[in-house]
């Protein structure tokens, strides 16, 4: 079963635009961590964010926010007034304190956001 | 700051042909990874391995082999080349608890033909 769902598969935004990307997971765990990275078309992965389920509390970097409901299972990830730098593949992964691999990286499907000038 | 080094960067291998993918890591962590990457597909386990002499399969290993002979090294290795094996390749590592981001190599972008 997927654990990491990431439900828009594209999305494109004129530059200056406010975007939010979606993500929905599913674990039993009680303990578990939640992170957003993202590609640039260069193809590396960059970390973005760490979210642990004690901390509900929103972040904001920059353009950058993040809204953990623990209600809804979602992680979700807003970039204001888009950049086209920030035409990117974003991943949502979930890492689980009982997993049995060693707290590897579940990823959802990614997210392409293309932003046009 | 090397980090998660990876090599080669590219790599076009012949049906049934064999490679080893390398991967280096500086940090002294002890949990290393090895995932791949097909379009739209994310990112999927392949194998780990959560210190020297331990590895462990995830969830995609067939047609893979790994070893982890030191902390620093965890090399992949692909035996008999198939065309379903064309993918990106990522090596991470991290310390031994999920709350610290896992940190990626650049990747190996391969080929089979």
């Known amino acids: 079963a997927q654990k990491v769902t990431q439900a828009q598969t594209e999305i494109s935004v004129v530059e200056k635009e406010d975007v939010t990307l979606d993500c929905v997971y599913e674990?039993?765990?009680?303990?578990?961590?939640l992170f957003w990275y993202k590609q640039p078309p260069s193809g590396e992965l960059v970390f973005l964010i760490r979210?642990?389920?004690?901390?509900?509390q929103n972040e904001i970097s920059g353009r950058y926010s993040w809204n953990f409901q623990k209600s809804t299972s979602s992680f979700n990830f807003t970039i204001t007034a888009s950049q086209v730098v920030d035409s990117a593949v974003y991943f949502c992964?979930?890492?689980?304190?009982?997993?049995?691999?060693?707290?590897?990286?579940?990823f959802g499907k990614g997210t392409s956001l293309l932003v046009t000038p | 700051n090397a980090g998660v080094t990876q090599t080669p960067k590219f790599r076009i291998l012949k049906i049934g042909q064999s490679m080893t993918l390398q991967c280096a890591q500086d940090?002294?962590?002890?949990?290393m990874y090895w995932y791949r990457q097909d379009p739209g597909m994310g990112l999927k386990l392949i194998y780990y391995?959560?210190?020297?002499?331990?590895?462990d399969k995830g969830e995609v290993p067939n047609g893979y082999n790994v070893s982890r002979s030191t902390t620093e090294d965890f090399p992949l290795r692909l035996e008999l080349a198939a065309p379903s094996q064309t993918s990106v390749y990522f090596c991470?590592?991290?310390?031994?608890?999920?709350?610290?981001?896992?940190?990626f190599g650049d990747g190996t972008r391969l080929s089979i033909l």
């Open positions: 991470a590592s991290s310390y031994a608890t999920g709350r610290q981001p896992q940190h």
């Open positions: 979210r642990n389920s004690f901390d509900e």
């Open positions: 940090m002294n962590h002890n949990y």
């Open positions: 391995s959560v210190g020297a002499g331990i590895t």
């Open positions: 674990t039993r765990d009680t303990t578990y961590y």
């Open positions: 992964a979930l890492s689980e304190d009982n997993s049995n691999s060693g707290y590897a990286l579940n």
